[in-house]
């Protein structure tokens, strides 16, 4: 197994890198094809009596089948394994829940490591789509190796049914946050957006489509000591702005139409593709970087949309102008202009090629001293959290020691019906 960090082929079984010691992930080989039935209805009920997703000793005593521990000595051996789910992991706290499950923060106890673990709750367990969507995402994370896509250690089902995937414990912030206080600069967008591109292409060549690219799913943490191909820092802070994507529980293959049905991804980004019902590949997700781009570096989207059901009708049929037509006293180089046009065209052929494309040209752009400007754009609008694209459910969180990252992982939208005619 390939090191997601420094690239040193380990054995399948390694938990640890022998070069840089990184913790690798599970590889793909080792997890199930075919997801769990669902859970017995008396699990279900004691879910329920737990607080469904709520205090983990009672929620880890629910998962395996058996009663919270009466209040006697936790330090006996029954009590002790009682707390551990699948007898490794020792829950600590909730990190974040949503409609369809949660994200817990817990240590493996024989290990002393500390890991992320997501679980759905006792409504999305009774889904078989989304027990096998469960799977899917963790064999999908599974297939990539890359420093910047968050790391899968195992996925697991319990004794009585209930499936958790075990992710890397992420210390960052997600990108939203600081997009709150402004547009950010074209050379600290260009360089965060160049690693995203990074990550997608990796994604991409295991032929995936992430297919829901947003402020939540892009977290900004300290960069590795050693990452091959890594950017150089070219601005104060760019040390705390290694990203990693999160958040694979909508992807899917490349090429698969999506039904009326199955529209899925945040209004402000979605690919007009998507909403028309046609083939979706990579392109799709770069669509995304560039809706992103905008938001970043001019504040606003670049066509307008007040709500919802215009935003997408804007995807599909709105003209598409470079910055500087819709203000004038913006300042960018034409090249970076051209490729935020480029990678919010309507048809994906009019877009770039590849991830790894927009990367190498947004590279480019970062190796030309003085290019980009390095302040935020003169007139620029604070960023949209307005109806048309969800806001960030961490916006009045804080933002310390306490690791959000992997948060945003369980965000799953509701479908969404779109005319295209």
């Known amino acids: ?46 879910l329920a009596g737990s607080g469904d997703l709520g205090a983990p000793q009672a929620l880890v005593c629910a ?67 989304m027990r096998q969507r469960f799977l899917q995402e963790a064999r999908m994370i599974a297939e990539l190796r890359s420093p910047h896509v968050v790391i899968l250690h195992d996925y697991a089902v319990t004794e009585y049914g209930v499936p958790y995937l075990v992710m890397e414990l992420l210390s960052g912030k997600p990108l939203s946050h600081d997009m709150l206080s402004g547009p950010l600069s074209a050379q600290r967008a260009v360089h965060i957006m160049a690693q995203v591109c990074g990550a997608l292409g990796d994604a991409h060549a295991c032929g995936m489509v992430h297919r829901d690219i947003k402020p939540d799913n892009i977290l900004l943490t300290h ?53 028309a019902d046609e083939p979706v ?19 606003e989207l670049p066509f307008p949309g007040k709500n919802q059901a215009l935003m997408m009708k804007s995807h599909l049929d709105a003209p598409r102008y470079w910055p500087r037509e819709i203000n004038p006293r913006y300042r960018l180089p034409d090249a970076l202009e051209d490729l935020m046009v480029r990678l919010v065209a309507r048809a994906p052929s009019d877009r770039p090629s590849s991830a790894y494309a927009v990367r190498a040209q947004m590279h480019e752009l970062l190796s030309r001293p003085g290019l980009l400007p390095e302040k935020p754009l003169r007139g620029a609008a604070r960023p949209d959290f307005g109806p048309h694209w969800d806001a960030p459910a961490s916006a009045t969180q804080p933002h310390g020691a306490d690791p959000h990252a992997v948060t945003q992982a369980i965000t799953v939208k509701i479908p969404t019906r779109i005319d295209a005619s």
């Open 281 to 299: 590949d990579g392109r799709s997700d770069l669509y995304a970087v560039g809706m992103l781009l905008w938001q970043m570096i001019v504040g």
């Open 1 to 46: 197994m390939d090191c997601s960090t420094c690239y040193y082929p380990n054995e399948d079984e390694a938990r640890f890198c022998v070069r840089c010691a990184a913790a690798l992930g599970v590889a793909v080989s080792r997890l199930p094809t075919e997801p769990p039935e669902a859970p017995s209805p008396t699990i279900a009920a004691m």
């Open 223 to 275: 960069a590795p000591p050693f990452v091959p191909g890594a950017l150089l820092p070219t601005y104060p802070g760019a040390e705390r702005d290694f990203v990693k994507v999160v958040d694979f529980g909508v992807a899917r293959w490349c090429g698969i139409s999506t039904s009326a049905s199955d529209i899925l991804g945040t209004p402000a980004y979605i690919s007009p593709e998507t909403l």
């Open 63 to 129: 998962l395996q089948g058996s009663p919270p521990a009466p209040a006697r000595g936790l330090g006996s051996f029954g009590a002790a394994q009682q707390t551990l789910l699948g007898g490794r992991y020792r829950l600590l706290s909730c990190l974040g829940s949503g409609g369809f499950g949660a994200v817990y923060e817990a240590e493996e106890v024989a290990l002393g490591l500390r890991v992320a673990i997501k679980l759905l709750n006792r409504t999305a367990l009774q889904d078989a789509r």
